[in-house]
């Protein structure tokens, strides 16, 4: 979406400055042409650096799903799992309580 703006903001610039640089001699037509594409290359450096942004904020997203599957499953089996009063003796013991 910000792409598209910016490459419809540069273009709308580049067809400014050749409307206003249509009767103009041709060396400051073609200034008018590296202008837009300048915006074209900017606008495209952008998306490359949002694009970017949004693979790791996507990577990041996932690997926390992957963490929070993991502390899931990892409660599920300590909750499947009976314990007996000695090793919930051992338990309070050395952590000074149950983490359940």
């Known amino acids: 979406m910000r792409f598209a703006v910016l490459v419809f903001g540069s273009a709308i610039c580049g ?3 050749g409307l206003l640089f249509s009767g103009c001699t041709p060396a400051h037509q073609a200034a008018a042409t590296q202008h837009t594409v300048t915006g074209f290359k900017i606008a495209a450096c952008v998306q490359g650096v ?9 990577r990041m997203h996932r690997e ?3 963490a929070a599957e993991l502390e899931a499953e ?3 089996e300590e909750a499947a799992e009976p314990k007996t009063t000695a090793e919930q003796i051992d338990a309070v013991i050395r952590d000074g309580g149950t983490k359940e």
């Open 15 to 17: 067809a400014l400055l």
């Open 50 to 58: 949002l694009a970017e942004e949004d693979r790791e904020r996507q």
């Open 64 to 66: 926390a799903e992957i």
């Open 74 to 76: 990892r409660l599920r």
